[in-house]
């Protein structure tokens, strides 16, 4: 396997130079990483949530947003600063300075929030001397001089008109002290309403942390004013020089970028070359310094002013009065079998909405074919029916005569399967297209036409309005002018290939390529444009420039012939929405000055400091080093990156800018780390030992991956064995979902698996690793419940919440497992690296697998319910943890069933749903004590006979007015023989916990619990 030569980041080696700011070499060389004690994941997955809902508006977005599973730049830059700064002995302290450097703090949140605002702070804030802050505006007027106060409640009188004061900062107060000062009014706000509307932490600038570093240097012992000297300082203190992180799964960029912005040396690789231009992109143009910006600007205009004027002189696509196509919208047309009439295939004859425009079909039954007129400003009616097209479920759709014919698709194209190697395989009777080919044949079953225009006036240069649009039929000099086009491009097609200018490679069948072959015949990439769009991108392909490159990549990707026309929204929606190439029977093609668009995009500027080198190479065969990796390889196959790219690299591949020129431009799909299963694994290990062995012994590792099932859990420690590395952390985000609120454990997230060398050979017995297994996750337990603790007794901290929640403390258990199993290399005798790479038998469980489950078990007995003594909860039967515990998540709205699942499992209850009221996915419930009834009373309920399922029944009783006495009676029977005297305490505190937990559910039974908690109490006196 061959990887392109790397020229390696120069470094200066301070372990032999002493650093300028006199920070000491390798002091934290074997300190632990922040990242391997504590992570806000709550406050981190708001932010995540914040940047995934900017959309386009996410920095690096414009570059391609074709890239589908961004990892968001404040999770990395989160990674990336954790992975540096040491844990102390003052955790709580760690998480202050982590909280400053990622402009979580409340400055900071201001400073997100440019809330420093006299009149509005005054109104909320409780401030016992405003004047220390603020002069009076006009000066001596009469406002109380403490707030809260409302300066309109003091108003003066100038020329008989009441005016309210102003209020100005005293010149003074800092900025930083003004912002601490508008943090007073946060006293009621949690972290989660006030990134609402707050501004990412990344839009603010430098400014933001402008106030921080005097805490974050007395707390580290550095000397750094910059995120670059924090960052290089830590490097000195852990590495003996500026920190190095990789990537080798790079993707878009979006690690490695956030890496280079903080000040980190970075290697930035991917097996595929358009993840390498994105990423290029990311460092080069986004983080190119202003001149350099400039430059790629000028470049690009020249660009477009060079396209226009050769398709201009071409004549094909103006009017003749002033008005150039923007858009042109063709659909595939069929010869009914039935009626012998040529129909064109639309799925809707809507054209325009906005407009009320739509394709009316008028028969020519001397030919047996229609026209389509567009009719504009039609009425609400006659849009309603224009939804309907001619194809309708899989059916070409039309009347002839008033007589109906119908004929499916599939018919026409003349589908059959046939057995090949015992496996069915779909064919049909199209045509497949020759190299040559740029449209349909007259006898192919398919043909194409196009069927409205949307022109756009060409207003006078330097005319900067919005220039008005129309929607015309199409004419006979329209069709004259895409003649012109389609001869033209045959014409240069062939050297237009030999140059490179437009792609000549066949499409390679697989999951996701197998579609334009199979439904239309379309053998080679180029097929999928029509000669418009190869005239239009093969001249701006001519260019080849670097910038211009990544800019064909933004345009293709909204003009092909896979392009959907949304008629909602007058516009072209993304080929990649959906991840595919899904071929489709009308689509919307852009006009050069609308394909143009993306070329001068404005992209966002953050120059970068730190040296980046981005590399075309597999993961397991990187030939740079690195202190730090963080990854997100593939899994599960959630993107094709591998299929779906190859529409790009096919226009990219041949004759590439200089920049780009030592990339393999090719998708190299068997080089490619994909699926889950045996292959997935074998391909995981051999880059990430690849890692290992490129990373120093103190070096560490990120792993990111979206969690998906508990299988994964067992293949990571596996890939984790066999790699050489062992667990030393796992931290769940909320990335994915449409939500940053924790709905449930099994929430789609991302996991944070951190890594460290494995270091020696140690060994152990099954036997000591439960022992241990069950140490470690009552640690981590501890630990994490005593930060919550820390956290809720802090008046400032308190109103946000938990600091970790179940999820977390779950996530905890497989951490733990996994933390104990791979520090080991051999467990019985067997070397579990080798171990490891064995393939699965399906149906049995590993030892490993069984070990995961007993830490998770272990650790979600943990989970005590808040408000329920320890003592109590030991004392519980498996079906009254799960009941207790629910009760609690409930009481915070918790009601996805796939966490009542998930607890149900780990309290290894038989059949919960016999205790459920309501299994809905979103609105799972419990049965109340008035629900249960008299059910689940019988030897065979996992209730049978205990304290809780006692209590209940007496609540429903007491719910039904019986006497309080007779109640505590039929308590008492309802329990095993003699139980109740030794079970007294435990009752009252069921029955306590319960009556606050339903308190706002049930309010009755609320009372009914006190009542009977009370009751039982009094009895014992
Ligand atoms: C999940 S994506 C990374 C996304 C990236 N973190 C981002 O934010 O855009 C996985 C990447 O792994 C790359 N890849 C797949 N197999 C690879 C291999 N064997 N070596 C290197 N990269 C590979 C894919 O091309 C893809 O870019």
Redesign the pocket.
């Known amino acids: 396997m061959t990887s392109t030569a790397v020229t390696p980041i120069p470094k200066v080696d301070y372990t032999t130079t002493p650093h300028p700011s006199g920070v000491q070499a390798l002091s934290l060389k074997d300190a632990p990483a922040l990242i391997e004690s504590l992570l806000p994941v709550q406050k981190l997955s708001i932010d995540v949530y914040k940047e995934r809902m900017a959309g386009s508006g996410q920095t690096l977005t414009a570059l391609g947003s074709y890239?589908k599973?961004?990892?968001p730049l404040v999770l990395n830059r989160a990674c990336v600063l954790a992975s540096l700064l040491p844990v102390t002995d003052n955790p709580i302290k760690d998480l202050e300075v982590f909280e400053l450097l990622m402009g979580m703090d409340d400055v900071s949140m201001s400073k997100r929030l440019a809330r420093a605002k006299p009149e509005e702070i005054v109104r909320t804030a409780k401030i016992p001397d405003i004047h220390a802050y603020f002069v009076v505006d006009p000066p001596g007027h009469y406002v109380p001089s403490s707030a809260p106060f409302n300066v309109n409640d003091y108003p003066y009188l100038k020329n008989g008109r009441e005016i309210a004061p102003k209020l100005r900062w005293r010149s003074d107060v800092s900025e930083t002290k003004q912002h601490e000062v508008a943090a007073l009014t946060f006293e009621f706000d949690t972290y989660h309403d006030l990134a609402a509307d707050a501004k990412r932490a990344e839009e603010v600038g430098d400014e933001l942390s402008s106030h921080i570093w005097t805490r974050v240097n007395q707390h580290l012992g550095t000397n750094a004013f910059s995120f670059p000297e924090l960052v290089e300082q830590l490097g000195v203190m852990r590495f003996g020089h500026r920190p190095t992180v990789a990537d080798?799964?790079?993707?878009?960029?979006?690690?490695p970028f956030a890496a280079a912005q903080l000040g980190c040396d970075v290697y930035a690789?991917?097996?595929?070359p358009v993840?390498c231009m994105l990423t290029w992109g990311a460092f080069n143009i986004v983080g190119a310094s202003v001149e350099r910006r400039q430059a790629i600007e000028r470049e690009q205009s020249e660009l477009v002013a060079r396209v226009k004027a050769e398709i201009d002189a071409l004549g094909i696509e103006s009017d003749g009065n002033g008005w150039r196509g923007k858009v042109y919208l063709y659909c595939l047309e069929v010869t009914c079998p039935s009626s012998g009439w040529k129909v064109p295939v639309l799925p809707t004859r809507m054209v325009s909405k906005s407009k009320s425009v739509y394709a009316k079909l008028v028969s020519v039954p001397t030919e047996k074919r229609y026209d389509i007129e567009l009719v504009s400003d039609a009425t609400a009616a006659e849009m309603k029916a224009a939804e309907q097209g001619t194809y309708r479920k899989g059916d070409v759709v039309h009347f002839v005569n008033g007589v109906e014919h119908v004929n499916s698709i599939a018919s026409i194209r003349g589908d059959y399967t046939e057995m090949v190697h015992g496996k069915k395989v779909k064919r049909n009777r199209l045509r497949m297209w020759d190299k040559s080919d740029v449209v349909f044949r007259a006898d192919d079953i398919f043909s194409e036409r196009l069927y409205a225009i949307q022109w756009i006036k060409e207003l006078p240069e330097g005319d900067t309005g919005r220039a008005p649009t129309e929607y015309r039929t199409v004419t006979q000099s329209d069709l004259d002018r895409e003649s012109r086009v389609t001869a033209y491009v045959q014409a240069h097609l062939a050297e237009w290939q030999d140059k490179g200018w437009v792609p000549d490679t066949r499409i390679e069948p697989g999951d996701k390529t197998d579609e334009p072959i199979r439904t239309r015949g379309w053998t080679h990439w180029h097929h999928l444009f029509n000669p418009r769009q190869l005239l239009s991108f093969g001249l701006i392909n001519s260019g080849r420039t670097a910038a211009g490159f990544i800019n064909l990549g933004g345009a293709l990707n909204y003009s092909a012939r896979l392009s959907r026309w949304a008629w909602q929204r007058d516009t072209i929606n993304s080929i990649f929405d959906n991840q595919a190439l899904n071929t489709i029977y009308n689509y919307g093609c852009r006009g050069l000055i609308y394909t143009l668009g993306p070329y001068l995009s404005n992209y966002a500027s953050t120059p970068l400091l730190g040296s980046v080198r981005v590399i075309s190479s597999?993961?397991?065969a990187i030939d740079y080093c690195s202190d730090v990796f963080i990854t997100?390889?593939?899994y599960g196959d959630a993107v094709k990156?591998?299929e779906i790219l190859e529409f790009f690299i096919a226009w990219l591949r041949r004759n590439p800018p200089a920049e780009f020129s030592n990339w393999t431009w090719d998708s190299r799909r068997e080089?490619?780390?994909k699926g889950e299963d045996h292959d997935f694994r074998l391909?995981m290990v051999a880059?990430y030992k690849r890692m290992a062995e490129c990373m120093p012994d103190n070096g560490i590792q990120i792993l990111m991956f979206t969690h998906q099932d508990g299988n994964i859990w067992a293949d990571m420690a596996n890939i984790v064995w066999a790699s050489g590395l062992r667990v030393t952390a796992a931290w769940y985000l909320v990335t994915e979902t449409d939500s940053a609120l924790r709905e449930g454990s099994y929430v789609k997230g991302t996991i944070l698996l951190v890594l460290r060398k494995r270091l020696g050979a140690k060994r152990t017995n099954q036997t000591d690793l439960a022992y241990e297994l069950e140490d470690e996750v009552a640690e981590q337990i501890q630990r994490l419940t005593g930060m919550n603790d820390t956290v809720a007794s802090d008046s400032k901290r308190a109103k946000d919440g938990n600091l970790f929640e179940d999820a977390d403390l779950q996530m905890a258990g497989y951490a733990a497992a996994l933390k104990v199993l791979t520090k080991y290399s051999i467990i019985d005798g067997k070397d579990m690296a080798q171990e490891a790479l064995r393939p699965r038998v399906p149906g049995q469980k590993t030892l490993v697998e069984s070990l995961i489950d007993f830490a998770t078990d272990t650790s979600n007995k943990m989970l005590v319910p808040l408000g329920l003594d320890e003592s109590v909860w030991h004392e519980l039967e498996p079906a009254e943890r799960f009941y207790l515990k629910m009760l609690e998540q409930e009481s915070h709205g918790l009601n996805k069933l796939d966490n009542y699942q998930n607890f149900a499992k780990a309290f290894a209850v038989r059949n919960f749903s016999a205790l459920m009221a309501n299994e809905h996915a979103n609105k799972a419930a419990l049965r109340s004590a008035q629900d249960f009834g008299r059910a689940e009373m019988n030897q065979s309920s996992e209730l049978y006979q205990t304290p809780t399922r006692a209590v209940l029944y007496a609540l429903m009783d007491l719910q039904a007015g019986k006497d309080l006495d007779v109640v505590i009676k039929g308590l008492e029977q309802n329990l095993k023989v003699g139980a109740f005297y030794s079970s007294r305490d435990l009752l009252v505190a069921i029955a306590r916990f319960i009556g606050k937990k339903v308190e706002v559910m049930r309010p009755d039974e609320a009372s009914a619990a006190r009542v009977l908690a009370d009751g039982i109490e009094n009895q014992r006196m």
């Open positions: 890239w599973g961004r990892k080798t799964f790079s993707g878009s960029g979006q690690i690789s991917d097996l595929n993840a597999p993961a397991n997100d390889p593939p990156y591998e080089l490619a780390v391909s880059a």
